[in-house]
């Protein structure tokens, strides 16, 4: 079974200040896509963004950014210029064929933003 | 944003008491998901639909049935709560079945077995 792995729980960043917050997963398939959500403390849950395997450019949306290392299994998302607002849990998933196309999620991590 | 409601926002039941939740959507969608959300496990699938009266198991089902008798509408079931089914529920929903088709959630639904 796929796993999707996040080792920091918690994070804190300064406000304006660039943030990255790590995501490794397992698996044997070449073709999938990967995922960040963002949940705010409304609970709802948000697509930050998106990158497919096959793609070796790293997905860029706004003031945020992944770094996508197939090889390596990581795709971990940045943050930049870091806002009050970005404070929440993010999610990163991963989805495939071989997984049923079902979203296979991470435990999260709770990114603190400072004024 | 997606059209998905989900009811109760909140809800308190006692073990042994069966308890529904819904979810509605206004976006003619075919595909519709049931997940739970606990500390360290991110959201966990629990059962996912593919159109009216079909629906299969995700991978945490047990103790749990699902409906879906409109497109419209997905109904979670706890036949008899247990404390280990105190959660935060999300109903997500898909337009295509492919990778690259985000899910969108609802709310969430907090549920709390006492």
């Known amino acids: 079974a796929q796993t999707v792995t996040q080792s920091q729980p918690e994070m804190s960043v300064q406000e304006a200040e660039t943030v990255t917050l790590s995501c490794t997963y397992d698996?044997?398939?070449?073709?999938?896509?990967l995922f960040w959500y963002k949940q705010p403390p409304s609970r709802q849950m948000i697509l930050v963004i998106r990158q497919e395997a096959y793609k070796q450019q790293n997905a860029t949306e706004n003031r945020f950014s992944v770094n996508f290392q197939k090889a390596a299994k990581s795709f971990s998302l940045k943050i930049s210029d870091s806002q009050l607002g970005d404070a929440a849990m993010y999610f990163c998933a991963y989805r495939s064929d071989n997984a049923g196309n079902m979203l296979t999620f991470g435990g999260g991590t709770r990114l603190m933003v400072k004024p | 944003d997606a059209g998905i409601t989900q009811s109760p926002r909140h809800k308190v039941t006692e073990t042994g008491t069966p308890v529904t939740l819904r979810c509605h959507q206004t976006e003619n969608h075919r595909y519709m998901y049931w997940y739970r959300q606990d500390p360290g496990h991110g959201l966990r699938l629990i059962h996912y639909?593919?159109?009216?009266?079909?629906?299969d198991k995700g991978e945490v089902s047990d103790g749990y049935s699902v409906s879906r008798s409109k497109t419209e509408d997905f109904l979670l079931t706890l036949e008899s709560a247990t404390s280990s089914q105190t959660s935060v529920y999300f109903c997500a929903i898909s337009g295509q079945w492919t990778l690259d088709s985000p899910l969108h959630f609802g709310n969430g639904t907090r549920l709390t077995v006492t």
């Open positions: 639909s593919y159109g009216v009266k079909d629906t």
């Open positions: 698996t044997s398939e070449s073709d999938y896509y």
